[in-house]
């Protein structure tokens, strides 16, 4: 123990310089960045894009921009699945935006409410300063976009689009704290100098109507009807009496028994349903329960035991929303579950730390995920691998990102090889908007996945039901590992 001595430093530096490794992993990394210099390059050429079970309609790849939506993307990419199979379209997207609407805005309910509540406490309290710091962070959960789907519904995303604010969120962002936390300054004031209860809360419905107005500003306002106007495929399952076929433009005029045959293969329908809310929209054509989730976590280790069901606190964004639960299982539960529903065509919500040995900027092995892909080790000549249960508890990992499960390549026992994420950084990230990501990786800096309760066991189906889940402070390991910002 003590401080750096200086000749201890000089030795140091004489040593590095005189090994020859030392020199070209310098010159490497100096000039093309760790990941690049780093890239085992026969192990990179071995992996294969190809996956024996694959969904098939998986819609154009989204792109959350910088944002920090993803949770809602990879939510929204699994829900659009019964979209596209309804109206038998091979893409359809909802809108993010109007998802974000309503999102910032019961997060800024739910901020208030807890400054409310917390109103006794110390400037310096903990629970207020998460409060505070996080109330209207852009993150969430699976769970999250489910409350959001029940409550306000979905709309296409022309109907909503994209905005400079959805697009690169920091700005909006920075004035929605701002005026949030003058509030919280404001109520808490106002309790110092004897308000009542009642006027704290006139004092949060001002400030929710400035959250409503900011948001309109930045946002657009979002419709509380719409005319839904969309084509669909001869298979769609919808209102006959909504349908109008399409004819192809360059139908003739007297068409022959041939030439009938063709239009009627090639035939396409548009949708038309006037008025519409997006509740309405959601519950017509839709047909995905938002309720019908399990969402599993393995988080292996010694004080985080198995079967146990984990309730994280301060972090339900909606009033009256779905209390969050992640249930504790080991890593084959949540594989087999997911390969369950891809064989059955659905879509998984998955959920990883994803700059985790991703060499994400290499142009000629772009999107690969995998634990022999880099040669670290070999780089810098120390040793940096680690248990799952060791970054854990040290706080090395945590999830990070949502995704989409797309596909999954198997093994002659049924195991999963790799896995086809569906991202949501564009088409032109990654591989066409997609990463291949091994079964190793997942099993290291993965760890979590959302499916329809069907493809859980059912033993496991009743610890979800049933456990008592344990709460958790924001700030503790637990919560880190599940990407809780603290």
């Given at each position: 123990m003590?401080?750096?001595?200086?000749?201890?430093?000089?030795?140091?530096?004489?040593?590095?310089?005189?090994?020859?490794?030392?020199?070209?992993?310098?010159?490497?990394?100096?000039?093309?960045?760790?990941?690049?210099?780093?890239?085992?390059?026969?192990?990179?050429?071995?992996?294969?894009?190809?996956?024996?079970?694959?969904?098939?309609?998986?819609?154009?790849?989204?792109?959350?921009?910088?944002?920090?939506?993803?949770w809602m993307f990879s939510a929204f990419n699994v829900a659009r699945a019964a979209t596209m199979d309804l109206l038998d379209v091979d893409s359809f997207e909802f809108s993010q935006a109007f998802g974000m609407f309503y999102d910032?805005?019961?997060?800024?309910?739910?901020?208030?409410?807890?400054?409310?509540?917390?109103?006794?406490?110390?400037?310096?309290?903990?629970?207020?300063?998460?409060?505070?710091?996080?109330?209207?962070?852009?993150?969430?959960?699976?769970?999250?976009?489910?409350?959001?789907?029940?409550?306000?519904?979905?709309?296409?995303?022309?109907?909503?689009?994209?905005?400079?604010?959805?697009?690169?969120?920091?700005?909006?962002?920075a004035q929605l704290d701002r005026l949030l936390r003058r509030a919280a300054a404001d109520i808490r004031r106002a309790h110092r100098a004897g308000a009542s209860a009642e006027e704290l809360a006139a004092k949060k419905d001002a400030c929710m109507a400035n959250v409503y107005r900011m948001l309109s500003v930045c946002l657009g306002e979002p419709p509380a009807t719409f005319d839904l106007e969309v084509k669909v495929g001869k298979k769609a399952k919808v209102d006959a009496a909504k349908l109008t076929p399409i004819l192809p433009e360059d139908a003739p005029e007297k068409a022959g028994a041939a030439d009938a045959k063709d239009a009627e293969k090639d035939t396409r329908m548009l949708l038309r349903d006037p008025g519409i809310t997006p509740r309405e929209f959601a519950e017509r054509y839709v047909p995905f329960d938002p309720n019908d989730?399990?969402?599993?976590?393995?988080?292996?280790?010694?004080?985080?035991?198995?079967?146990?069901?984990?309730?994280?606190?301060?972090?339900?964004?909606?009033?009256?929303?779905?209390?969050?639960?992640?249930?504790?299982?080991?890593?084959?539960?949540?594989?087999?579950?997911?390969?369950?529903?891809?064989?059955?065509?659905?879509?998984?919500?998955?959920?990883?730390?994803?700059?985790?040995?991703?060499?994400?900027?290499?142009?000629?092995?772009?999107?690969?995920?995998?634990?022999?892909?880099?040669d670290l080790e070999g780089l810098f000549g120390v040793g940096l691998k680690m248990s799952r249960e060791d970054m854990l508890d040290v706080r090395e990992t945590s999830l990070t990102h949502a995704m989409t499960f797309q596909g999954v390549e198997l093994d002659d026992a049924g195991e999963p090889v790799a896995w086809?994420?569906?991202?949501?950084?564009?088409?032109?990230?990654?591989?066409?908007?997609?990463?291949?990501?091994?079964?190793?990786?997942?099993?290291?800096?993965?760890?979590?996945?959302?499916?329809?309760?069907?493809?859980?066991?059912?033993?496991?189906?009743?610890?979800?039901?049933?456990?008592?889940?344990?709460?958790?402070?924001?700030?503790?390991?637990?919560?880190?590992?599940?990407?809780?910002?603290?």
């Open positions: 003590g401080s750096i001595d200086t000749g201890w430093a000089r030795e140091q530096g004489a040593a590095f310089g005189a090994e020859r490794a030392n020199r070209v992993a310098r010159n490497a990394v100096t000039s093309m960045n760790v990941m690049a210099a780093a890239r085992d390059y026969t192990r990179m050429r071995t992996y294969h894009d190809t996956y024996g079970v694959s969904i098939k309609r998986t819609g154009e790849v989204t792109n959350q921009r910088q944002s920090g939506r993803c910032k805005l019961e997060k800024a309910n739910a901020m208030l409410d807890h400054v409310i509540a917390l109103v006794d406490r110390p400037d310096n309290d903990r629970e207020l300063d998460h409060v505070l710091e996080w109330g209207m962070s852009d993150g969430g959960y699976y769970f999250e976009a489910m409350d959001l789907i029940a409550k306000w519904g979905l709309v296409p995303k022309d109907v909503m689009p994209e905005t400079a604010c959805t697009k690169s969120s920091a700005e909006m962002d989730y399990v969402q599993l976590v393995c988080m292996p280790g010694a004080s985080r035991p198995w079967k146990t069901a984990w309730h994280v606190l301060l972090e339900e964004p909606m009033v009256g929303g779905t209390p969050n639960r992640f249930l504790n299982m080991p890593q084959e539960v949540l594989e087999q579950a997911a390969i369950a529903s891809l064989k059955a065509g659905v879509p998984v919500g998955m959920d990883a730390d994803v700059m985790q040995e991703f060499p994400r900027h290499i142009e000629d092995f772009p999107g690969v995920l995998a634990t022999d892909g880099l086809r994420v569906e991202n949501s950084w564009g088409k032109d990230s990654c591989k066409d908007g997609y990463l291949y990501m091994s079964a190793d990786w997942f099993r290291t800096y993965g760890g979590a996945v959302t499916v329809m309760r069907k493809f859980v066991p059912a033993d496991v189906l009743e610890l979800w039901d049933k456990a008592e889940a344990v709460n958790v402070e924001p700030w503790d390991g637990v919560a880190a590992g599940l990407g809780v910002r603290s």
